[in-house]
């Protein structure tokens, strides 16, 4: 496996956790207590699908999909900063929903 292939998947895994943590933080009691709780509904479902499941698709294509032998395979450079931007985007959104929450 692609060492690129086992970052994105950490990744997701991480997204996951992170998702999972605040999902479970939205159905306890606390929520009730903490008002701030129950508007990140866009920020866990954000994390969730483009958090968790982009990255983890984008690892299994990378390492799934062979490559035509005529055309080289794709830079991992390239890669890794289509990585970093997605990741520094579901990052920005999460902030931003916490900072301006959806009405």
């Known amino acids: 496996m692609p060492v690129l292939t086992r970052w994105f998947i950490k990744c997701a895994m991480l997204y996951l956790i992170v998702a999972l943590a605040l999902s479970i933080l939205m159905q306890s ?11 990140l509904w866009p920020t866990y479902l954000h994390l969730l ?19 035509h ?9 390239e890669c890794r900063g289509a990585g ?5 985007g579901v990052r920005a959104s999460a902030r931003g929903s916490v900072a301006r929450p959806y009405r």
């Open 29 to 39: 009691g606390l929520s009730r207590k903490v008002p701030l709780l129950g508007v």
């Open 49 to 67: 699908v483009v958090g968790w499941l982009t990255q983890l698709i984008f690892g299994v294509a990378f390492w799934m999909f062979p490559k």
């Open 69 to 77: 032998p005529s055309a080289p395979r794709v830079c991992p450079a």
């Open 84 to 88: 970093g931007c997605s990741g520094a």
